[in-house]
């Protein structure tokens, strides 16, 4: 049963630049996340893909944009690279698991982490 | 907004004894799921532990338990028998779990170290 996985593991860009990180969901799971760790730091949420759409957002500007594919993979893209997105960006995967409470939004299950991408600006 | 507090940013101790790692919490909302994770060196984040909060029992994984306190929004981890593998940092992260698709807030960790 393959896990999460991401690409690539490591990456160093300048500032300015773009960049393109990539996940595969654990086998079985329909949605991703995304996280952006910074040193010392707990994750903070950055977004998450459900059925191909950006179904929430933290609090990260719209530099940070996303995609899912239909087989459930998903891209982060970060465009304009300032020396703060420097960090370790996760990609969790979870199953939708039911309807959420008076038929709103869909329930999730746990979520299942990925190795990370390392990315560094100088 | 939610937030999630651990106030040990480093707990040491010996391997075999039990340690236990502080969580509390802050929410409006009675539907959620709280959870451990764990992330060695390695950088991989792993489950240790999930707890519905609709549950009362605290749940339990071999020598991992929490003792979840939903009234005073505490949810404690407590490893028994230690092994030099538990080394690690460690995460308590809280989720709605009343639908939507918001995701997990984490606390700031705990450095856990096992002496041998």
């Known amino acids: 049963d393959a896990g999460v996985t991401q690409s690539p593991t490591h990456l160093i860009k300048t500032r300015g630049q773009q960049v393109t990180l990539r996940c595969s969901p654990k086998?079985?799971?329909?949605?991703v996340s995304w996280y952006q760790q910074a040193l010392g730091q707990g994750p903070q949420f950055i977004f998450q893909?459900?059925?191909?759409?950006?179904?929430q957002r933290g609090n990260f500007p719209d530099r940070f944009s996303g995609h899912q594919f239909p087989n459930y993979s998903s891209e982060l893209n970060v465009n304009a690279l300032l020396l703060g997105d420097s960090a370790l960006y996760l990609c969790?995967?979870?199953?939708?698991?039911?309807?959420?409470?008076?038929?709103?939004?869909?329930?999730?299950?746990?979520?299942?982490f990925g190795p990370g991408t390392r990315l560094t600006v100088l | 907004a939610q937030t999630v507090t651990q106030s040990q940013p480093e707990m040491s101790v010996q391997e075999a004894e039990t340690v236990t790692l502080s969580c509390t919490y802050d929410t409006s909302e009675n539907n959620y799921y709280l959870f451990w994770y764990k992330q060695p060196p390695s950088r991989q984040m792993i489950l240790v532990i999930r707890q519905e909060a609709y549950k009362q029992q605290n749940a339990t994984e071999n020598r991992f338990s929490v003792n979840f306190q939903k009234a005073a929004k505490s949810f404690s981890l407590k490893i028994s028998d230690s092994q030099l593998g538990d080394t690690a940092m460690y995460f308590c992260?809280?989720?709605?779990?009343?639908?939507?698709?918001?995701?997990?807030?984490f606390g700031k960790g705990t450095h856990l170290i096992i002496q041998p």
């Open positions: 969790a995967s979870s199953l939708v698991v039911g309807q959420g409470l008076a038929g709103g939004p869909e329930t999730l299950d746990t979520q299942y």
């Open positions: 893909y459900y059925e191909e759409e950006e179904r």
């Open positions: 086998s079985g799971h329909d949605t």
């Open positions: 992260a809280w989720l709605y779990s009343g639908g939507g698709a918001d995701g997990l807030t």
